[in-house]
């Protein structure tokens, strides 16, 4: 089955910078890859998405990538604000048809602290 | 709009019970998945649900089931709980399969 791989654990930055979490991923037949902003008390919440047949996306401060050819795709949040301090997942899966059809599978999460 | 909403919002259990959580998805999303998160983890996928038909299943014992009703909410339920269920369960609709799903809050289940 598929494997998501998520780094860093933790990412601490000021306010203002850039911060860059990464996942990897097993199943070259995965297509859609979301990432989820968890705050505590709550659940996932959706905050951008990037299908196989894009190589990149943006909306306002939050950017997605995807290198097929490596199975990695990257979250990229421009100018951090303290809001921004959550648990960040992504997550996998595979569109196509099958037994695993809109699974998603989550990688274990970046706790990410934006300091004032 | 209302979003996906779960209930109860926590419960505590005792190890052998029976607990069954319930789900309401967004006002036109026919698909329903259900989740299990674990402190420290990423949610792990138990069920999907389309049209009130089971689509998929995770590696999860047959403790667990589930089921969709004609107005598309779903409930979970899990036999002879274990300390080790204790856990968030979320809940996530989509109009259908495959993208956009949005996650409830979840239930915070408590095994004693």
């Known amino acids: 089955g598929e494997n998501v791989e998520q780094h860093p654990s933790t990412l601490s930055v000021q306010e203002g910078d850039s911060a860059v979490i990464k996942c990897t991923y097993s199943?070259?037949?995965?297509?859609?890859f979301p990432w989820y902003k968890q705050e505590l008390g709550k659940g996932p919440q959706l905050i951008i998405d990037?299908?196989?047949?894009?190589g990149e996306k943006k909306d306002q401060r939050i950017a997605v990538t995807l290198n097929k050819t490596a199975k990695h795709f990257s979250l990229h949040i421009t100018e951090t604000q303290p809001e921004d301090s959550a648990v960040y997942f992504c997550?996998?899966?595979?569109?196509?048809?099958?037994?695993?059809?809109?699974?998603?599978?989550f990688g274990q999460g970046t706790i990410l602290t934006v300091h004032p | 709009d209302a979003g996906v909403t779960q209930s109860p919002t926590h419960l505590i259990k005792t190890r052998g019970q029976q607990v069954t959580l319930r789900c309401s998805p967004i006002s036109g999303h026919k698909s329903v998945s259900w989740y299990q998160q674990v402190l420290g983890q990423g949610p792990q996928f138990i069920f999907q649900?389309?049209?009130?038909?089971?689509?998929g299943r995770g590696n999860f014992p047959d403790r667990f089931s589930a089921r969709q009703f004609p107005n598309y909410s779903s409930e979970l339920n899990v036999n002879a709980l274990l300390l080790g269920d204790s856990a968030l369960y979320l809940c996530?609709?989509?109009?259908?399969?495959?993208?956009?799903?949005?996650f409830g809050s979840g239930t915070r289940l408590t095994v004693v």
């Open positions: 990037i299908r196989s047949n894009v």
């Open positions: 996530a609709s989509s109009v259908r399969p495959g993208y956009g799903y949005t």
């Open positions: 997550a996998a899966s595979n569109n196509a048809g099958g037994t695993s059809y809109g699974k998603l599978t």
């Open positions: 199943d070259s037949a995965s297509n859609y």
């Open positions: 649900y389309y049209e009130k038909e089971e689509r």
